[in-house]
Antibody, heavy 121, light 107 residues
Framework: QLQLQESGPGLVKPSETLSLTCTVS??????????WGWIRQPPGKGLEWIAS???????YYNPSLKSRATISVDRSKNQFSLKLSPVTAADTAFYYC?????????????WGQGTMVTVSS | DIQMTQSPSSVSASVGDRVTITCRAS??????LAWYQQKPGKAPKLLIY???SLQSGVPSRFSGSGSGTEFTLTISSLQPEDFATYHC?????????FGQGTKLEIK
């Protein structure tokens, strides 16, 4: 059974870089059909899609993040990662790593448990 | 970007009630819409994809319908475990976007 697990610092200072990693277990990140990605949710607010990546390196980003986000994949470790820089207090949120079912349906069918990231000095 | 608007933002209902939540897209998205259930402190869980297809393991009291710009999620007979927040998401085009959520509370 495919599972996702986020890891990374829970506290980041303003203007610095938020770095998160998602480890895929119970399956391979090399599936030709799937995109892997990140979604965030500020406490008490709605969901925002950040970015998605295919194991081949093909990526999609949310333009609202204005090029601050970088998503990457490490096939040897069965992991994918997110970097967001520079961060502000507005980036404080729960961050979830996710798997997309594949076009054209493209629903997020697998989610990590989520990790809270606070941006504060 | 395609804007997704859910209504109502919150609803109170009783066990056994039938509840319908609406999601409207700012432009046509064919049938590329998903619904998620989120309980406090937990990640969202996929319920419905492609507007009306039930995700494996999801009880049949959940159903979805619609196409184009208007979609509905219906829970036919509320159970205690259904009280949660529900989100819709369009998968027609990037950037994928979500509705603001509908909180389903116990009356």
């Amino acid at each position: 059974q495919l599972q996702l697990q986020e890891s990374g610092p829970g506290l980041v200072k303003p203007s610095e870089t938020l770095s998160l990693t998602c480890t895929v277990s119970g399956g391979s990140i090399r599936s030709s059909s799937y995109y892997w990605g990140w979604i965030r949710q500020p406490p008490g607010k709605g969901l925002e899609w950040i970015a998605s990546i295919h194991y081949s390196g093909s990526t999609y980003y949310n333009p609202s993040l204005k090029s601050r986000a970088t998503i990457s994949v490490d096939r040897s470790k069965n992991q994918f990662s997110l970097k967001l820089s520079p961060v502000t207090a507005a980036d404080t949120a729960f961050y979830y790593c996710t798997k997309l079912t594949g076009r054209p349906v493209d629903a997020f069918d697998i989610w990590g448990q989520g990790t809270m990231v606070t941006v504060s000095s | 970007d395609i804007q997704m608007t859910q209504s109502p933002s919150s609803v109170s209902a009783s066990v056994g009630d039938r509840v319908t939540i609406t999601c409207r897209a700012s432009q046509g998205i064919n049938s590329w819409l998903a619904w998620y259930q989120q309980k406090p402190g937990k990640a969202p869980k996929l319920l419905i994809y492609a507007a009306s297809s039930l995700q494996s393991g999801v009880p049949s009291r959940f159903s979805g319908s619609g196409s184009g710009t208007e979609f509905t999620l219906t829970i036919s007979s509320l159970q205690p475990e259904d009280f949660a927040t529900y989100h819709c998401q369009q998968a027609n085009s990037f950037p994928y976007t979500f509705g603001q959520g509908t909180k389903l509370e116990i009356k």
